[in-house]
């Protein structure tokens, strides 16, 4: 298991601890200082993205049932899934910067950029950054009909199977989409993407033999991969994952230096008051400490992070040029 933002290519102190921008404008008046003060007083809706019972969705239940016991308030989680994660960060980006809409992100808002021609949000002007929340290490897998067990085998068989195979992916312009498509270029190989809508039936569809690889998150493929019924061969992380230490990193086979996590953080939309900014990264960091939660996500192989709003919002700008550089190269595309 990494620690800390393994997801990071320099040290998360150093980047971190440099921060200085905040994304987002934050006004300071004097009617949304009053209006925080009895914050919250209803219910605070928490949009994910992604499907129910997927890798993002499982890590922000945990969140948010411990948020909602802290701040005495329900945090409903409201799905909404589709377009790689778009159609739910554009709707928190449109939503009332009251505080009573917080989007549970992931990595996928610096990703959409530099793969759509247009999204219908500003990563940077639209949110405020809360706190960073857990980054979950993904794995590379392959069906246990294939004739490999290791990532240079894999490789070695690709490469005399020229075009003839195929990997899955939760979705186009997802993490795991990009993360596949740079492991296929970095290896030379020509494999053919067939997007899925989630971690479940892109897993299931692996484990059945349809598709031949994929690169998901560790905590949607653990059962599938402790049954036998797909096989893992190394992780995307710099350092092995706690859960699963017999698998070797990506780092330390073919590719050093290559790391991916799908991390993941809260944001508000961009005018949220300072007071309620700051009162919800407090409870934030809180609920990340506290011994339940840090029980369940380390029993799905997710790291705990937990951040200022400025340190977040400096490193979400790091992954805004990280990933546009890497789709650059790659020449990775939304089919």
Sequence with gaps: MTTGHAILRQ????????????????PAGAQAQAGAADYPNRPIRMIVAFPPGGPTDIVSRVIAKRLGEQLGQTVVIENKPGAGGNIGAEA??????????????????????????????????????????????????????MPVKSVSEFIDYAKANPGKLNYGSTGSGTITHLATAAFAASAGLQLQHIPYKGSAPNIA??????????????????????????????????????????????????????EMSAWQGIV?????????????????????????????????????????????????????????????????KVD
């Excluded at 040290?11 to 934050?26: D, H, I, N």
């Excluded at 809409?101 to 949110?127: C, E, M, Q, R």
């Excluded at 692996?206 to 690169?215: D, E, K, M, N, Q």
């Excluded at 029980?295 to 805004?320: F, H, N």
């Design 11 to 26: 040290s998360a102190g150093a980047l971190l601890a440099s921060a200085v921008f905040v994304l987002g404008g934050l």
């Design 92 to 145: 928190a980006a449109k939503a009332a910067p009251d505080g009573y809409t917080v989007f549970y992100n992931t990595s996928a808002i610096t990703i959409a950029p530099g793969l759509y021609s247009k999204v219908g949000y500003d990563p940077v002007k639209d949110y405020a950054t809360v706190s960073s929340t857990a980054a979950v290490p993904m794995v590379l897998m392959v069906n246990p009909r």
């Design 205 to 258: 569809d692996l484990a059945a033999g349809v598709t031949h690889l994929t690169i998901d998150t560790l905590n949607s493929s653990l059962a599938l991969i402790k049954d036998g019924r797909v096989r893992p061969l190394a992780v995307t992380t710099m350092r092995r994952s706690a859960i699963s230490p017999e698998l070797p990193t990506l780092n330390e086979t073919a590719f050093p230096g290559m």
């Design 268 to 332: 508000v939309p961009a005018g949220t008051p300072p007071a309620i900014i700051e009162k919800l990264n407090a409870e934030v960091r809180k609920a990340l400490k506290h011994p339940e939660v840090v029980e369940k996500l380390a029993a799905q192989g997710t790291d705990i992070l937990g951040s200022t709003p400025q340190e977040y919002a400096a490193y979400i700008r790091s992954e805004l040029q990280r990933w546009s550089r890497l789709i650059r190269e790659t020449g990775a």
